[in-house]
Structures are given as C-alpha cells and as structure tokens.
C-alpha cells in the first residue's frame, strides 16, 4: 500500500470548512493566511471539495466549522462527512494525519459546537492524530466570535512554529508585509454590446410610488449565483401598523417549477448594495477612470484557490461599479483582517499604525468599540482613513463578498401552491433599522435592498434544507410552538403542513376522526394590536386542527410578560403535552436570552406540572435529564437566528 498512498508535501496545511453564513470561512481564510507567513504551502477549501484520502498527503489539516440545525454540519460539509461514517473505514484510515479543529457555535443552542465535536471523535475514531486542543468559539461570547478564536490562534502560531520550525536563516513573513492576492481584476472585454445599455445595475428605476406605496425599485437579477431559483417577488407589505417602531414585511415569491419544501426549510436571499454607495467608494478610491470599463478576474501567479466569487465569468459585461453594486458587502462590519490588509494601501504612518493596532490581539476590546459596539460599516472606516487607497484590481481580495441572508420560510400546506400551480414562499422579514450608540442610523444590508423592491421584481434565490426535521409522526403527534416575533414564520409552516395531513387523512377517511395530537402555540410580541402577526390564521387553523394559542404581549400591562412566564402560568398543560402526551417542542425565535430562559421555565414545568396520577413529582435534576433526553431523542429543537 505505501507507494499507492500520496506522497506527503513538505511543510503543506490543508484548511478545510463547513459554513453556513460565512463566518467559518472566513476563520478558514484567517488561518490561511497565518499558515502562509510561517511559509506553509496553504490550500483553503469548502470541506466537500475534499476526499479524505488525500489529508495524508499534507503537513497538517485544519478544520473549521460552524454548527447549523440541531447539531448538524453545515450543508458544504454533509458529505465529507459521510464519507467519514462509512463503515468500511478501518480504525486505521487516517492514520498520519495531523490535524487540529476549531468550531463557531451559539451557547444559547443546547448542542453547543455539536458539529465539530462529532467530527474530532470521528477523526480519532479513524486513527488522525490531534497536534492541538480543539478551539470553540461562542457567539454569545461579550466579543463575539474573535473572543474565543484571537487567543486560540495567537496560541496555536506558537505551537506552530514551535513544532514546525523554519530553516536557519528564514523567518515568517512578516505581519506589516502584504501576503501577494490569490485573485486580480484586469482590463476585460466587452462581450455583449447589446447587453451593456439595458443592464439593470446602471440604474435603480423609480416606479410611479401611488402603485406601491414606498416600494420604488424594480430590480431584475442577473447574477449567475449557483444552485438558485429564478423567484418572482409577488408581494412585499408591511403587517405593522406606519406608527409601530418596526417594519416587519410579509415577503411572498414565487417560483414556476414545482418544488418540495418542509418546515424549517429556508429561502436565502444575497442581497445587492446601492449604487449610491458605489459611487461614494468610487470616489473616495479615484477610481473614476476605470469604473465603468469591462473588466475580469483572473487567478493570481500559481494560485489553486477557487475563485471568491463562483461564476463571475458568466456575468454578462462585468464593471468594476456592477462588481461593488452587485457582489463586494461595503456596508458589512469588517473583520480584523482587513485592517491588516488595507494598512497596506496607506503611506500615512499614523493610519498605517492606528490600522496595525485594531490588528493586535491585545487591543481586541477596542476593535469592538470601534467597529462592532457602533455597527461601523467597511465605508466610513474608509472614509475615516481617507489616505489609503486600494487599486481597483486589488477590489476583490480586500473587500467582503457579500453573503446570502437566510429566511425561515413560513408557508406550508395549502399555502406552499398559488392557484395556478405555481409554488410559493411566504416570509416573515423584520426591516433592520435603529440608531447605534454614536447617533448613526444603522440598516441591514438585505432588508434594506427588500424593504424598496416592487412586486414584479425577480430574484435569484436558495432554498436550503432547515434543521427542524420534523417527521409526518412528530408533526401529528401532540406539539408545543413557541415564537416570539418573527420566531414564529418557521411554526406557521408546521400549523398549515399539520392541517393538510389532517384535510388529506380526512379526504381518504371520510367519517373518521384523524388520529392527530393538540398543539399548543405558544406567541410572544411587544403589543397585541401592533404584532401579533397572522392572528386572524389562527382562527382559520383552530377548525382544522386542536389548536390553543397562547400569548405573551410585553407591554400591553405595566408588568412585562415575556414567553417564559406564560409557560409558568400553564405548567400542567405544558407537562401533560410533553411528558404524559410524549409531545415535541420547536423553539423559533431570538437568540439572546429567550431560547435558555424558555429552557428554564419547561425545566420549572416538568418539576411543578405533574398531577397526582403522574405519579412522583420530579426533582430538579430529574426534570433537567428529562429535557436533555428530549434534546437527545429529537423532541426538543431549536431554530433561533
């Protein structure tokens, strides 16, 4: 077997990553560059573009990934992990393999970093040898995900080195040196004269507004992006009242084809930035001269990195002012890698220091007043450093692409189909909108590109599989839903799915009763005539299945009522329905505080709800391996964002 095996590259990393949002990427692509300066041939790739067989052939193989659903890798890493869980695989598989891990996970979900982990014991399983403790980072950590990963990284070079050392006479790169761009735009040519006069990114039409009231953009997308659906915006009308403090949209779209979805399932939109902001950065930059000239990306000398932008050679008569409208997050809040890679463009030594310094790991606290604390988007920052100065073909390897924003789908049942077949998405969007602590407006940059769009506007959008899973059984079964705000789109397509299973069970069963359990929805908001959204479904819904709706409205009294109180109020309901019913619980929603204060109050339920015949009431610890039971067998999910 020894001459089949790959021969191993002297002093090689393998970087590889499931991310579902981005984030793990871009600690991928951190730690690439890391590698890079201790003079590592690096290779950073998505983990299902990888073969395990081939880790053997390199130094050493990270793993990035993030946690998405219930525990579960993120869709780009599926099947290199199962490749791994197949059981031909001998213990010694990967034997030689040196790796080490970091995960990206939210504390508030009960399986904390679950994805990494399972793959750390798989790898072990497999004969790999870890060369360095696993790092978690936490997103509810004070300074987010940097908290946890800066300290881990800053270690790990150490040990790098450490275990690694250079040859006499060569040192690392240094950190005020620019690691040469993997991809550059150059000069293009105009493909399509006929295409460039009526693209749609040039200008931003205005609509006549009596039509649509604030929705003044009609936007055709042309963009390539992979494994999309061309979607027709059908409806985009806000469900507060004007005088309410948030606009939250019911976004309806359809799609010609028939295509299956399941509670949870998402739809991801990748938004577009203004050309306003374009223009603004065009400017700041000097790059008038060139913006509106054909231009491409080429692969930098000898790169093997796949190209940050998949697809962008089928852009029709692509311009560096269609790239920044189209593709680059100028509004996104930096990572601390781009200070480090602009300080590069500037000859001002006190910005090149002051850029250095949000750089430094022991100055973490101030990279997050500065950028995090105020939401402080990549424009000012360049704005407020106005003496650097990126050339244009430099544009995609400083700037953020911008990423796909998910949005869990609430139709489902009759509501997945319009009435001439076609199918349909309905979502529940809060428009992004409040003032930060330095008196600045702040607007996401997705709800902002919806909150102006007209019906009649295509998009191209991903439907990606959620991770309720809920099974026909579970669905049927006796069911707790609990969603305040927003957290209640994803509950609304389990309501309506329940109600075709019951309309089609009836349908085959005419005269008998449909064996389907109670469902008790649980509902939070501020205020019972401002967002209570989808109120008058309930009703509708009420006659299909066994339905009680309970509420939770925070200032509709002088005492605040939140979620978690009202299941204090029905511990024997909520005791009846998952312990005596054995019913399942979906917790939709916020990620802050809710999600382990409902935890709480549901362990308080199975402590104080049982009656008499339920025999010994449960003690504390016993009402909390309960719910880590239900966790364990699937009863208890959790989808917060």
């Not at 579902?20 to 560059?33: I, K, R, Y």
């Not at 055709?220 to 005088?243: E, F, M, S, W, Y």
């Not at 329905?577 to 308080?604: F, N, T």
Request: aromatic share 8%; charged share 20%; glycine share 6%.
């Amino acid at each position: 077997m020894g001459d089949a095996s790959p021969r191993r590259l002297e002093r090689s990393v393998l970087i590889l990553y499931g991310s579902e949002t981005g984030n793990a990427q871009e600690v991928a692509e951190e730690l690439g560059a890391l590698a890079e300066r201790l003079r590592f041939t690096t290779h950073v790739s998505e983990l299902n573009q990888c073969k395990p067989e081939v880790l053997s052939s390199y130094t050493l193989t990270l793993f990035v990934a993030s946690t998405t659903g219930q525990g579960d890798l993120p869709a780009n890493a599926r099947s290199f992990w199962k490749s791994l869980l197949l059981k031909k695989l001998p213990p010694t598989f990967l034997s030689g393999v040196n790796f080490a891990c970091f995960g990206l996970g939210d504390s508030s979900y009960p399986k904390f970093n679950w994805a990494i982990r399972k793959l750390y014991k798989r790898l072990l399983q497999l004969g790999a040898n870890e060369i360095y403790p696993t790092g978690e980072a936490d997103q509810q950590h004070p300074e987010g995900l940097e908290g946890t990963f800066l300290p881990w990284m800053t270690d790990f070079r150490k040990h790098l080195l450490d275990r690694h050392p250079l040859p006499t006479g060569q040192h690392p790169i240094p950190d005020d040196e620019q690691l040469p761009p993997k991809w550059i735009l150059e000069p293009g040519e105009n493909r399509d004269p006929v295409q460039e006069s009526n693209h749609s990114l040039t200008k931003e039409p205005e609509a006549p507004s009596d039509e649509y009231p604030g929705l003044h953009h009609l936007d055709h997308d042309l963009r390539p992006i992979p494994h999309t659906l061309p979607a027709t915006l059908t409806g985009n009308q806000r469900v507060t009242p004007q005088k309410h403090w948030q606009d939250v949209r019911r976004v309806t779209l359809t799609v010609p084809d028939s295509v299956s979805y399941v509670p949870g399932d998402m739809i991801a939109i990748t938004p577009k930035g203004s050309s306003a902001d374009a223009q603004i950065l065009i400017d700041l930059m000097g790059w008038q001269d060139q913006a509106d000239r054909p231009i491409s990306l080429v692969p930098a000398a000898d790169t093997a990195s796949p190209p940050p932008i998949p697809n962008l050679d089928s852009y029709p008569n692509l311009t560096l002012r269609a790239l920044l409208v189209d593709y680059l997050d100028l509004r996104g809040i930096p990572r601390r890698s781009f200070f480090s890679t602009i300080a590069h463009y500037t000859s001002d030594e006190m910005h090149k220091e002051r850029l250095l310094e949000f750089t430094n790991p022991e100055y973490l606290d101030e990279l997050w007043d500065y950028t995090t604390r105020p939401r402080r988007s990549i424009l000012e920052i360049l704005h407020e450093f106005d003496t650097v100065k990126i050339p244009w073909q430099h544009a995609i390897s400083v700037l953020p692409v911008m990423r796909a924003r998910q949005f869990s789908i609430a139709s489902g049942g009759q509501r997945k189909q319009t009435e001439d077949g076609k199918t349909q998405f309905e979502l529940l969007i809060a428009i992004v909108k409040y003032q930060t602590v330095i008196k600045r407006i702040r607007e996401g940059v997705c709800t902002k590109y919806l909150s102006v769009l007209r019906p009649g506007s295509t998009l191209q959008v991903q439907l990606q599989p959620g991770g309720l899973n809920s099974s026909v059984q579970q669905l049927t079964a006796a069911t707790v839903l609990i969603g305040p705000g927003t957290g209640i789109a994803p509950l609304r397509s389990m309501l309506w799915e329940k109600a075709a299973l019951v309309q089609a069970y009836r349908e085959q069963n005419p005269g008998v009763n449909p064996p389907v359990g109670p469902t008790v929805l649980l509902y939070g908001g501020r205020n019972r005539e401002s967002d209570f959204f989808f109120e008058e479904e309930w009703t509708e819904l009420g006659k299909l299945i066994p339905l009680q709706v309970l509420t939770a409205f925070s200032r509709d009294q002088q005492r605040k009522v939140y979620v978690q109180d009202t299941v204090r109020e029905n511990f024997t309901l909520f005791f009846r329905l998952l312990h005596d019913m054995q019913g399942s619980v979906y917790i939709c929603g916020s990620s802050g505080k809710m999600p382990q204060a409902v935890r709480e109050a549901l362990i308080e339920a199975f402590q104080h709800g049982g009656s008499p015949m339920s025999g010994q009431p449960f003690t504390r610890t016993q009402a909390e391996e309960y719910l880590i039971k239900l966790e364990q067998i699937g009863r208890y999910k959790q989808e917060t964002w």
